[in-house]
């Protein structure tokens, strides 16, 4: 493995949200990985955090599904790991029950009712990008809570109290710090302080194996687990919920809580080979541009052109830069906008998107319509993977948006609040502060859902349960769960090698590539840099954290737990 140390800051466009002196992060030493992920018989939970990856393993071993420990590795991730975890955000979640059926359910934010178009436009028409990402008026409307519960009520198997208990128990008891999260504690201090006015439970002063307990959310919990989604949409912890933004300039109401609901989708099918993917639809972009991107690439010799050739690359970045270009002009809430999926993956349009590549030459993405918008996206999101006994898979994939959301902490009930609404074009045909567009289709209108590249997804070969995959990383997600796809499929590595090897990335605008560190030698980029690609050499920064189980043809589970992460892989 071509990885040892990672010394890199995620400089603007690829931290988030906020100004570099907020955002960058820093990561010191990532331990060697494995070459083979753990081996299980039975189940397993792959997550950010070996704490929660237990608790959901847990679950299972007392007689829950893959749905129970979804609820309580959701939940355990709230608590030990606030960077992303949460009640005060939501996600996406794709899942294949042992009957062979599949889903995808949506627990997205929404929008305020009061929420408008221009809401973050001056008298000028000039884009207010802080009023967006910090505070109260970027919090939008949480639907971690209500996802857990509808999720129960339609698939769960035990008691919601004894999903919570060990959850509760380990926010009360509390988890050790790790170095990663020692260091971000310290990096976000000052916009902690800056933001609440106050010190809240993390502060600078907590060191690498202290002990974190937050009694505030263990009571939340508690009360949640014996009310249900009452207590958070219409009771105790939603009023104070509610006071609490209102003191903090939120246009959130009680009647934003009661008014909200999680959807059961339609998740985005389509072949690849002899894969069948299943992977989330709008609102979130993750699965059509996944889609459009390997029904480009297919016509081609992948496994002859090499892992991480030139040629390969070519061949991916230029598929990549169409799809993100189509993303920026089709792709919204579908609730709201007509999104035309079966089009942008039928395979007579993708082949003429396509007509124009060539090996000789990049294709410039100024060439590439519908236009010049140029958007990066938030990378701090948190995914999971959950295959049970039984053969039910979930793939899950959870944010506050940004770093600590809106760094807004609601201190009487121990959790962050996303700031989701910048998510929306806040000026649809403008940037905001990272470059972030959309058009017409991802404007702010009361209720609905902002657009994402969350990408949960499922794989299926030969009609069984092949793999489930996800990782945070924004506008990196689709590109990261596309490579290591690849990665098992056409190069035969293991579930453990497929997400430990190099990443790249393109997005269509900025028209550049990004690659990780360490992992692409400099024949290999000046080869690229000849036939006119523009290679992103002042940044480096890791391109997602995969999270993966993969069933082997003996139908042992294989896990992937990035090392990239505190990432670990639990099971039996």
């Known amino acids: 493995m071509k990885y040892s140390i990672y010394l890199f800051v995620l400089i603007l466009f690829w931290s988030c949200k906020e100004a570099p002196t907020i955002e960058q992060e820093q990561h010191s030493e990532i331990p060697e990985a494995p070459k083979i992920g753990l081996i299980a018989d039975h189940a397993m939970v792959v997550s950010a955090r070996e704490e929660a990856s237990k608790i959901g393993v847990e679950i299972l071993k007392k007689g829950g599904n893959a749905f129970d420990a979804m609820i309580a590795t959701e939940m355990a991730l709230a608590v030990v790991y606030p960077y992303a975890g949460n009640l005060g955000g939501g996600g996406f979640m794709v899942y294949r029950t042992q009957y062979g059926e599949i889903g995808s359910f949506d627990y997205r934010e929404k929008a305020p009712l009061k ?18 990402k910090v505070g109260g008026l970027a919090v939008g409307v949480p639907g971690t809570v209500a996802g857990i519960f509808e999720v129960h009520q339609k698939l769960g198997s035990l008691p919601m109290e004894v999903i919570l208990q060990p959850v509760i128990e380990l926010a009360r008891n509390g988890y050790v710090v790790t170095v990663s999260q020692a260091e971000r504690f310290q990096q976000y201090d000052s916009i902690f302080t800056k933001v609440n006015g106050t010190q809240i439970l993390y502060r600078n002063t907590i060191k690498k194996g202290d ?16 009310q249900g989604r009452y207590a958070f949409y219409e009771g105790d912890v939603g009023e104070a919920l509610v006071s609490f933004l209102k003191k903090n300039g939120s246009i959130i109401t009680m009647d934003d809580l009661a008014a909200y609901e999680a959807e059961w989708r339609e998740p985005v099918v389509f072949e690849y080979d002899d894969l069948r993917i299943i992977s989330m639809g709008p609102p979130s972009s993750g699965g059509v541009v996944l889609g459009q991107i390997m029904k480009m690439i297919e016509p081609y010799p992948l496994s002859k052109h090499g892992h991480n050739s030139a040629k390969y690359i070519q061949l991916l970045t230029e598929a990549e830069r169409r799809a993100y270009a189509d993303r920026s002009k089709f792709l919204g ?6 999104v035309p999926i079966d089009s942008l993956l039928s395979e007579r349009y993708l082949s003429k998107r396509m007509e124009d590549f060539s090996f000789d030459a990049a294709t410039p993405s100024e060439e590439i319509q519908p236009g010049s918008l140029q958007w990066i996206e938030s990378t701090e999101t948190t995914h999971y993977s959950i295959i049970d006994s039984l053969g039910n898979a979930v793939a899950a994939t959870t944010t506050l948006n940004a770093a600590y959301g809106s760094k807004l902490y609601v201190s009487e009930l121990g959790f962050f609040l996303n700031n989701e609404m910048d998510d929306f074009s806040a000026k649809p045909g403008e940037p905001n502060m990272f470059g972030l567009i959309g058009g017409e289709a991802n404007a702010i209108a009361p209720q609905k859902r902002m657009l994402s590249s969350m990408t949960p997804t499922l794989v299926e070969k030969r009609d069984s349960l092949w793999m489930t995959l996800g990782t945070p990383g924004g506008s990196t997600i689709i590109t990261s769960v596309l490579q290591t796809i690849l990665n098992v499929h056409e190069f035969n590595m293991n579930m453990q090698q497929g997400v430990n090897v190099p990443r790249f990335h ?18 290999l980029i000046d080869s690229l840099q000849k036939k006119g690609y523009i290679i992103q050499a002042k940044q480096t920064p890791i391109i997602g954290k995969v999270d993966a189980i993969l069933v082997r043809d003996d139908g042992t589970l294989e896990g992937g737990a990035d090392p990239r992460g505190d990432d670990a892989a639990i099971g039996y």
């Open 211 to 226: 002990t974190v307990r937050n009694l505030q959310l263990a009571n939340t919990l508690e009360k949640i687990a014996l």
């Open 115 to 132: 929420a408008h178009r221009d809401m973050y436009l001056d008298e000028d028409g000039d884009y207010q990008s802080d009023r967006s």
């Open 333 to 338: 809430d579908s609730d709201f906008v007509s």
């Open 506 to 523: 393109h997005q269509w605008l900025p028209d550049e590539i990004i690659f990780e560190p360490e992992g692409f030698p400099q024949t």
